[in-house]
């Protein structure tokens, strides 16, 4: 009878399998996907009771659904057995082509195990393929690369027999179908929680970059957005409100240049040393009218992503009036308040960087100091004649002498020929003075010490606003009468001194007459006019000399010629 009934068997057991199996299909998230495991075995493999312990991350196995009755469901859903216990069922009973079969016989020792278990009481089976109450059948549920998913446990088929050939093969052929769809349940939940992750970090991706967006925009002081690296290493992207309106120019415009563009040829030396990440620089930038503005800028780099392109972030702000404020204290405490003219002490500082402490027994020519100067540099690197375009004097156009280095035995330690080894002092072009007061051809740093006659009278009679009034004017004066890159200072009281490059003995003589004649015209203070004469002292910067002692031999050699005149000559000029 068993055989003459296989078929039918086998059509009723594939059509209740593809029912069950296709309701695997409908279910949403993972926890319906296991519901409708253990609904599928009850309904349609005729189990009386069923259950799905699933695997958990730390290996220990859940019970996570049950199906056929409400009150084992309620005891042992989400109770928890071990890996280790769940292994040794695995390894137990009879193999049924994958099913894992423990007959009542063996499965007495499993009682106390930490599997989570339900038996219902019934009598002692009479046949042998009668199904006892303590008999247990286990499908393992496997990933495709083997992983174990889950294990579905059954318990009392409805006829009361274990199950037959196609029985098994249908709940063999179920738990895959099962584990195919616990595995899909998984991967939608990884898509959906991944999804969500995303979701949120783009709208915090958003946000940030709203809240970067309005910081950029709103900020008080001016930012910039350059490019780095490539072609166009540099140009601005993007730039702020306050940055443009520092500049005067728009945002479209201020996308044609790189901070390179504006940046004050002088210092553009500070802009190309300033590094990208945390560099910090003053410098001038060019405004719109063409007038340059003192700024801070402060870099550093940020990227699109954790590989993509980088940029450089640039905070400008204004310090002109800062810059404005130190420049004033820096001429304040370099220049003299009433005239405005160098004080003492940047004239000493002056007067210094054109000195060495050459000593005086190894000077050499005026002739012999230029040669050993140029002969070591190309003429290419200059003017014709290798004089660097600065006419001759040392001097680059900020003021400070031309770093010069000579071969070994220039400068007079050892003559031209090069027959001794360089000096410790052969770092410049030697300041020389000529060898006596007839010109000789010899061109020097001249030092003209003027001091005011009848000064003190004027002071005496007329009060302090008039004789301040006559410094202040005597100061213009002298500034009028020299070129531009001579430098007139006040020493104090009624005395200046002139420092006058490239003159030789004649020609000092003579700026000394004209200045001296500038001076003696009067002078209206107040709708009065009062008069003032000056002696002049001529001196000669040398290396080897102290600023001291320059202005020291000028001040001697101005009270012999004060000296040399009467009074009246002195007023008279």
């Keep these: 009878m068993e055989t003459e009934s296989e078929p039918y068997v086998r059509l009723a057991t594939l059509r209740q399998l593809h029912r069950v199996v296709a309701e695997l299909n409908t279910a949403r998230s993972l926890a319906d996907t296991l519901q409708t495991v253990v609904d599928g075995i009850v309904v349609g493999l005729g189990y009386e009771l069923a259950c799905v ?19 084992a469901e309620a005891l042992i859903t989400g109770r928890v057995g071990s890996r280790a216990s769940w292994e040794r069922r ?62 579905v446990s059954v318990d009392r088929p409805r006829n009361g027999r274990r199950p037959g050939a196609w029985g098994r093969e ?33 709208q915090a991706l958003r946000a940030s970059e709203e809240s970067f967006r309005q910081a950029f925009e709103y900020a008080p002081s001016g930012m910039a957005i350059a490019e780095m690296g490539g072609d166009q290493h540099g140009r601005l992207l993007r730039t702020n409100d306050a940055l443009c309106r520092l ?41 719109r009218d063409g007038t340059y503005v003192w700024v801070s800028l402060r870099n550093s780099v940020v990227a699109d992503a954790a590989d993509g392109p980088r940029f450089l972030l640039t905070h400008v702000e204004d310090i002109e009036e800062r810059k404005r404020h130190e420049l004033q204290l820096a001429h304040r405490a370099s220049h003299d308040s009433l005239t405005g003219l160098p004080n003492s002490a940047e004239l000493r500082s002056r007067l210094g960087a054109r000195l060495c ?22 003429a290419a690197e200059g003017t014709p004649g290798g004089h660097g375009g600065h006419g001759g004097h040392g001097f680059r156009p900020d003021g400070f002498p031309e770093p010069f280095e000579f071969p070994g ?25 000529p060898a006596t007061d007839i010109d000789d051809g010899t061109k020097g ?3 003209l010490f003027c001091d005011l006659d009848g000064f003190k009278s004027i002071n005496d009679r007329f009060g302090h606003h008039t004789g301040d009034a006559v410094l202040i004017e005597v100061a213009r004066r002298l500034t009028t009468g020299v070129r531009d890159g001579d430098t007139v200072a006040r ?49 000669w910067a040398s290396c080897g000399m102290s600023a001291d002692e320059v202005l020291r031999s000028a001040d001697q050699r101005m009270y012999i010629e004060k000296r040399s005149r009467s009074k009246a000559h002195r007023r008279a000029g």
């Design 491 to 539: 020493l104090g009281g009624d005395e200046f001194v002139v420092l006058a490059d490239g003159l030789g003995a004649a020609d000092a003589a003579d700026l000394a007459v004209r200045l001296r004649n500038a001076i003696i015209p009067p002078i209206r203070v107040d709708g009065r006019a009062v008069r003032v004469g000056a002696s002049f002292g001529i001196g």
């Design 409 to 433: 035995g220039m400068g007079g330690m050892g003559g031209p020929n090069g027959s001794a080894a360089a000096g410790p002092y052969d770092h410049h072009v030697h300041t020389v003075a």
């Design 170 to 202: 249908a709940l063999q052929m179920y738990a895959f179908q099962a584990a195919i769809a616990i595995s899909n349940a998984r991967l939608r939940a990884n898509m959906q929680r991944a999804l969500v992750r995303l979701e949120r970090e783009q």
């Design 53 to 71: 312990n699933l695997v958990r991350p730390d290996g220990d196995l859940v019970v996570a659904a049950f199906a056929g009755d409400a009150a």
């Design 247 to 287: 500049l005067g120019r728009p945002a479209s415009v201020l996308r044609r240049y790189s901070f390179s563009d504006l940046v004050h040829p002088e210092d553009i030396g500070t802009l190309l040393r300033t590094s990208a990440e945390g560099g910090r620089a003053e410098l001038r930038l060019g405004r």
């Design 90 to 151: 695995l390894t137990m009973g009879e193999n049924w082509d994958g099913l894992r079969f423990i007959p009542h016989t063996e499965g007495w020792v499993l009682v106390e195990d930490d599997v989570p278990q339900w038996h219902t009481d019934g009598p002692d089976p009479r046949f042998e393929d009668e199904w006892h109450p303590e008999d247990r059948l286990y499908a393992p549920m496997y990933a495709s690369g083997g992983e174990l998913l889950g294990v």
């Design 357 to 378: 402490r050459r000593p005086q027994s190894v000077r050499a020519t005026a002739v012999e100091a230029l040669d050993a100067a140029f002969e070591t540099r190309p």
């Design 445 to 447: 740093l001249a030092v």
